[in-house]
């Protein structure tokens, strides 16, 4: 199951079920649960904890420092959990310390090639990262998002569950849940909808969505009448909640 070529530091914990190919490094502090494949040519630095069935393809670079100057050799972690697939050339930091000290991916992720996870971000789950994705430092993604290729998401934005952005996105500002958004910078182009119709919303708790979406984007209300009206909607429609906490949780401002 280990390359005989492989090199696994003594003091990494890599579980009996683990799979790592040629010329691959696993360093200090780095866990392994079981499942996990590793291709040839990982470099997988700790401390990290990698957890079960994941699939680690060929020349990914997991859990070296943080790109960030302020970084001084404090410990801090990468977290990535279960059934994630990391294609080729990914890049994943560490945490540092002006933040919790931890990157987080979450649960069955596909992250596609050359994508980056910078320092303190935090991946949810079921997300979707086209081929040279790249986060800044504590960029926060909700789950189910789906970021089209050449995605790049400025430090401390936030992009809510279930939205979509189109190839060569430049997200500079929060985007709301359910949101589909695209340019340089990043606007409003609509709500999901086919990606919400996949995933079991009803016709009924699309349009909630949609009539959602009219209210902060195009009925010319202030930020605060928005909310308001939001949160009568979110009394009887569930489905509006992640909309509205997505809308009220924003500090760098909505996508407009």
């Known amino acids: 199951m280990i390359h005989e070529s492989a090199v696994i530091s003594s003091r990494a914990r890599v579980h009996e079920d683990v799979s790592i190919g040629p010329y691959s490094i696993v360093g200090a502090d780095v866990e392994v649960g079981p499942g996990t494949r590793i291709e040839s040519h990982v470099v997988l630095k700790g401390p990290c904890v990698i957890g079960r069935d994941n699939h680690i393809f060929q020349f990914a670079s997991l859990g070296d420092d943080p790109q960030d100057k302020k970084y001084a050799g404090e410990s801090t972690q990468l977290v990535i959990g279960d059934r994630n ?88 500002k929060d985007i709301p849940a359910y949101v589909l958004a695209s340019g340089r910078p990043a606007v409003p182009r609509g709500i999901n909808a086919e990606g919400l119709k996949r995933r079991g919303f009803s016709s009924d708790q699309i349009s909630n969505v949609r009539e959602a979406y009219r209210v902060l984007y195009r009925q010319d209300l202030k930020l605060k009448e928005a909310v308001q009206t939001l949160e009568k909607y979110a009394e009887s429609q569930e489905e509006v909640v992640a909309f509205l906490e997505s809308v009220r949780k924003s500090s760098r401002g909505l996508i407009r």
């Open 85 to 172: 697939t990391i294609r080729e050339y990914c890049s994943f930091n560490r945490g540092t310390v002006q933040d919790e000290g931890i990157t987080r991916l979450g649960n069955d992720n596909w992250i596609m090639a050359y994508s980056h996870i910078a320092h303190d971000c935090v991946v949810g789950n079921h997300t979707v990262f086209a081929n040279n994705t790249t986060l800044a430092g504590h960029v926060h993604i909700g789950d189910w998002a789906i970021l089209g290729g050449f995605t790049g998401v400025h430090q401390y934005c936030h992009i809510g569950a279930h939205t979509l952005t189109g190839i060569f996105t430049a997200v500079t």
